[in-house]
């Protein structure tokens, strides 16, 4: 009986557009009221235990990063040099768009401002180059997708403090993994580009020099703060801080950072920050109740029964994922289902840094398919095209996306080399 007022409380409220974080709050309310009224209490406690991590506060730093990318020159920058790169190649600025993103991830940890950052940045390009909007959108949007692997990411903070890992070992184990999704994506960019007469930039090693020492101060802020993270120098909250510094620094350098939008960009930060802790504080109530009602347990007992198989788990949860990471956005559906799946994973013996990599890659791709992806209705406005335009080839490029992380999902050594390389150096 608490559970169907549980889920159907919360589905009423979403059917009526509430806000998500809301539709959660009312529908845990509602249900420990029928469970026992006097656990009300656990209202109060568990959001603060829940949100009273130090490792929180990087959230607002890497939002307030990413916002100032933009304005600080960073992003043209960086564009340019991607351009550089593989601009010559067919496709080559949509690979170039690949190619940023990469640079774009490594510095803010924010995926739907990257998203929006790399759209206003490339669209006008890629108009000027004759590419259909359609194809421009598709390309941002599946790149931006594989993005979501590329650390640091307010997601990954928050499934590595949910499920009690270390945020940089998490960081690590997404490289590689995000250099697989990035080749097979750029592959199926070449095969494409090949039936379509699109104009390329012959190679210069002359721009590629410039466009580089142009991009250095830019390409020196995830150096610095994925390296001081891995390495140990840095938590992920001074890696955080220490990225804002950079990136203000950089934009002062660059001399386009009008610090004048710094009250804007500071409050914006707050209330996106704001929106992810109070979806963590809620989703504490949520995990109680979860486990007051023993469902993780009937969970176990339930896969068990039907499949003892690993990789068919990983298939669940990659469509369960992708399916209501489209529909509830990335850090909501981790924090409904991560709970109920841990259990599972630990009774396979899955390793959970692996496990904690396949939910990053299949709500990247949730975050992004059509037709209820947040990321790819945002990309269709930033592009002046209706929504459905754009569904079919965002569709057709997330599939080489998929692909890389179904492989992600079937070779644990992806996702552990990284960290099992760096561990023994390390303990070495």
Partial sequence: MTLAVLIGVFLILMLCRTPIAFALAASVIASLLVANPHLLSVVVSQPIQGVDSFVYLAIPLFIFAGSLMEVAGISKRLVELAESLVGWMPGGLALSVVVATIFFSGISGSKLAEAGAMGATIFPRMAAAEYPPPMSVGVVAAASAMGEMVPPAILMIV??????????????????PALVMSLCLMVQILIKSRHLALPRKPFGLRRLVETFVRAIPALLVPVVVLGGLIAGYMTPTEAGAVAVIMVLAVGAMYRELRFALLPKLLFEAAMTSGAVLFLVAIATILSFILALLNVPQSAVH????????????????IAVLVAFGSALESVPAALIFLPVFLPVIDTLHVPIIQYLVVVVGALGIGLFLPPLGVGSIMLAGLAGIAPRKSAKEITWLLVSVFVALLLIALFPQISLFVPSVLGAHSGA
């Fill in 302 to 317: 339930y896969f068990l029964s039907v499949t003892h198989s690993t990789f068919a788990f990983m298939l669940f949860t």
């Fill in 159 to 176: 499934l590595a403090t949910i499920a009690n890992q270390s945020v940089a070992t998490l960081f690590e184990a997404c490289l590689l």
